[in-house]
């Protein structure tokens, strides 16, 4: 079974950096299709970031573009959301989420339903 276990989260100032970290067990990392996702309040959980399974591709939702970036170390299981230029909006629980689909399409990047394993999430809070 895989598990995924988030953290780095916490509390930082807007405009301040803050680096996640999601550590994989139980199953090949390098074979996963990794995304990050987050939730405020009463909102949907929505796309943020996502990677290829080499790390060669990245995508990210446009509201974080140029002040998030995601990367991976399959030598250690993990993969990361760098985030810098925090802004109040970001405030969320963030998750991280894998997949392995050999027959994945750039549609499927946004969609929740398309990660088979999720993590339990970490709170990131900006104050101003």
């Known amino acids: 079974q895989v598990q995924l276990v988030e953290s780095g989260g916490g509390l930082v100032q807007a405009g301040g950096s803050l680096r996640l970290s999601c550590a994989a067990s139980?199953?090949?990392?390098?074979?996963?299709?990794m995304g990050w996702f987050r939730q405020a309040p009463g909102k949907e959980r929505e796309f943020v970031a996502g990677?290829?399974?080499?790390?060669?591709?990245?995508i990210y939702d446009d509201f974080v573009k140029g002040r998030f970036t995601i990367s991976r170390d399959n030598a250690k299981n993990t993969v990361y959301l760098q985030m810098s230029g925090l802004k109040l909006e970001d405030t969320a629980a963030y998750y991280c989420?894998?997949?392995?689909?050999?027959?994945?399409?750039?549609?499927?990047?946004?969609?929740?339903?398309?990660?088979?394993?999720w993590g339990q999430g970490t709170q990131v809070t900006v104050s101003s």
């Open positions: 989420a894998a997949v392995n689909n050999p027959l994945w399409l750039s549609s499927m990047w946004q969609q929740k339903t398309s990660y088979d394993y």
């Open positions: 139980g199953g090949v990392f390098g074979t996963f299709i």
């Open positions: 990677i290829t399974r080499n790390g060669g591709t990245t």
